[in-house]
């Protein structure tokens, strides 16, 4: 069984810069889809980012593209989001989730297909 944990959450001013990881342990990492979600008080969870197992696609909600950028390094079985140009709207918990049942699996963009999840890591954006 998959589990993840994310980091490197805090504090930043607007128009600054945030790298958050999640690092995945138990089953193989590098055979499944990952993605970045985020939810903030009394909104729904939110689509931030995609990634396919092999990293070789990716795809972007519409608010974040162009500032956000994900990534893995399967031999650290760790997914990133490089988070730049942060804005107040920014401001959430954002959560790492897994398709472990989607071997070799493209990437996802509803959060009901993702099975696993972290506990999330507050990011907040001062204005």
């Known amino acids: 069984q998959v589990q993840l944990e994310e980091s490197g959450g805090g504090l930043v001013q607007a128009g600054g810069s945030l790298r958050l990881s999640c690092a995945a342990s138990?089953?193989?990492?590098?055979?499944?889809?990952m993605g970045w979600f985020r939810q903030a008080p009394g909104k729904e969870r939110e689509f931030v980012a995609g990634i396919s197992w092999s990293g070789s696609a990716t795809h972007y909600g519409d608010s974040v593209k162009g500032r956000f950028t994900i990534s893995r390094d399967n031999a650290k079985n760790t997914v990133y989001l490089q988070m730049n140009n942060l804005k107040p709207e920014d401001t959430a918990v954002y959560l790492c989730g897994a398709r472990s049942s989607s071997r070799y699996g493209g990437l996802r963009t509803q959060r009901g297909e993702y099975d696993t999840w972290g506990q999330g890591t507050q990011v907040t954006v001062s204005s």
């Open positions: 138990g089953r193989t990492f590098s055979e499944y889809p």
